[in-house]
């Protein structure tokens, strides 16, 4: 029983602990989260033309300032963060699910060099393009 209740008391203060940083935290402005919203559409639809953080700002009609506000408050990276981690989770799918080479991804996904999508695979996922082939379909 002592046992018990000794546990008992530390989740109740884990879970004090818990709502106070989630009280502590600022809450995110909803006009935030829809724009964050309509980036992230954007850039499921543009991700592999190329276009910058100022183009995508203009098409929502904000500022890149304010684009980059509210991505840091939401998703807690830039934007070029968000469109970075899309063009990675493709590179991804490409590479374990069709037979294009690593150069016909790197044009695939809009890279005009071939050496630079694997310079921005390596660097992003740890691994080379070959390598992460090699390794996740061993």
Known sequence: AAVEAH???ILVEALRLIWQAGAATPAVDGSALRLVARFREAVEAGYRSGMTIEAYAQALGVTTTKLRRACLAVAGCA????????????????????????????????????????????????????????????
């Open 79 to 138: 934007p070029i963060g968000l469109i970075q981690a899309r063009l990675l989770l493709e590179a991804k799918r490409v590479l374990l699910y069709s037979n294009m080479t690593v150069a016909e991804t790197a044009y695939y996904l809009g890279f005009e060099d071939p050496a630079y999508f694997s310079r921005f695979f390596a660097r992003q996922a740890g691994v080379s393009p070959r390598g992460y082939r090699r390794v996740t379909l061993t």
């Open 7 to 9: 546990l008992f008391a």
